[in-house]
């Protein structure tokens, strides 16, 4: 049971928590596909958005980069906080564009992004290509623990299906017949590599929680 001193909305930290985790994100669509994902996982702990000032990620890992935005989110709320950092590594382009995915074209717009990547792309055969993520779980105590995930297909020659997010319409996912954009939310949150971290560092959100 979360204590509260008043009531929390989509985007509000509650106050006085005892079982809480603030997800540091701005993305309330990122906020609804987690909780989607963690379910029961967490055993009761509610997540809740973040309305906080938003880091400078400059790490050079994605596992970096999620601490950076889960120790930003704990200074600013007091609370234990959730963060991930993802992006798409293609083996043609020596891992590229990585941790620069979302701002690969210089305007963070998806569609400038997979534009720039088709391009690149132009020619090449070998198109194998994996969705990384890194989970992160910070604590006001110091804690700090990192999942990461990958989630193995290719690339694509051109957009397929509008769902999902992201590269999703060009990225064919191994454990599918369809791209990632064209699978459902259900068949999604069961395959990707933000539920695979997540789900991954769920265990030690619920032992912290435990052991207070």
Known sequence: MTKRTEA?????????????????????????????????????????GYDGPEPVEDGDTYAANALIKARAAVAHTGLPALADDSGIAVDALGGAPGIHSARYA????????????????????????????AAAFVTPDGTEHVVEAVWNGEVLTSRRGTGGHGYDPVFQPDDADRSSAELTRAEKNALSHRSKAFRGIAPVVREWFAAR
């Open 8 to 48: 929390a909305g989509p985007g509000q930290v509650v106050s006085e928590p005892e079982r809480t985790v603030v997800l540091a994100t701005h993305n309330q669509g990122k906020v609804v596909e987690l909780r989607e994902i963690l379910g029961e996982a967490l055993g009761g702990v509610e997540l809740v």
């Open 106 to 133: 210089g305007t963070r717009v998806d569609a400038d992004n997979i534009d720039l990547l088709l391009r690149n792309l132009e020619g090449v055969v070998e198109r194998s290509a994996a969705f990384v993520c």
